[in-house]
């Protein structure tokens, strides 16, 4: 299974755009980058999946480089309810692989 | 539509006890996977069921067991609980069996005495 590493801690203010980058230098051919945001004593909800290139829908952004050794979650003008855990994971969506493998995320804490 | 539900929603138990967790998927909905996040950490994968047969296991003791029933819906046992048993326990359900996107229920949260 691919490593992923992301910080572990980000802060932003209210209005702000943020962008949160995962490092996954072991992807493999058949993975796709998929990222969860977590509120305290919720479970992960999911926010946007890509293979490659840019992906948007209604919540955020994600930009994958040619390499897919990085991905960068883009979340434009965050608001205090955007504070949460995200988690970036990596894995084969096609065949076999049953388990959302989870690293520790990054902790968002937007300010006022 | 209702979401995928989970029960109880809080749960004190003592050491060597048994318990067992419950989940009903998103309607249509076949596949339930079951996940362990202790404080702090990122959620571990315990179990996933699909078509009431189990398809994957993570690295947790025997002492975790689990189920799905013709409905769907799932149960997750813990036998001979102990005190780094305690933790939020999820429930997820997808529609196939491999990973599409999974729903998670808002959890049980389990403490051990």
């Known amino acids: 299974l691919a490593k992923t590493t992301q910080p572990i801690s980000m802060d932003s203010y209210e209005g702000q755009e943020v962008n949160i980058t995962c490092s996954h230098n072991?992807?493999?051919?058949?993975?796709?980058i998929t990222w969860y945001q977590q509120f305290p004593s919720q479970g992960p909800r999911f926010i946007i999946q890509?293979?490659?290139t840019k992906v948007t829908n209604e919540v955020a952004s994600l930009f994958i480089p040619a390499d897919r050794k990085s991905s960068t979650l883009s979340l434009p003008r965050v608001s205090l309810s955007d504070t949460a855990v995200y988690y970036c994971l990596v894995g084969d969506a096609n065949t076999g692989r049953r388990a959302l493998t989870f690293g520790s995320g990054t902790r968002l804490q937007v300010q006022p | 539509d209702a979401g995928v539900t989970q029960s109880p929603t809080h749960l004190i138990k003592t050491r060597g006890q048994q318990v067992t967790l419950r989940c009903s998927p998103i309607?249509?909905?076949?596949?339930v996977s079951w996940y362990q996040q202790v404080l702090g950490q990122g959620p571990q994968f315990i179990f996933q069921?699909?078509?009431?047969?189990?398809?994957g296991r993570g690295n947790f003791p025997d002492r975790f067991s689990a189920r799905q029933f013709p409905n769907y819906s799932s149960e997750l046992n813990v036998n001979a609980l102990l005190l780094g048993d305690s933790a939020l326990y999820l429930c997820?359900?997808?529609?196939?069996?491999?990973?599409?996107?999974?729903?998670f229920g808002q959890g049980t949260r389990l403490t051990v005495v």
């Open positions: 997820a359900s997808s529609l196939g069996q491999v990973r599409t996107e999974a729903f």
């Open positions: 072991n992807i493999a051919t058949n993975d796709y």
């Open positions: 890509g293979y490659k």
């Open positions: 309607s249509g909905h076949k596949s």
């Open positions: 069921y699909y078509e009431k047969e189990e398809r």
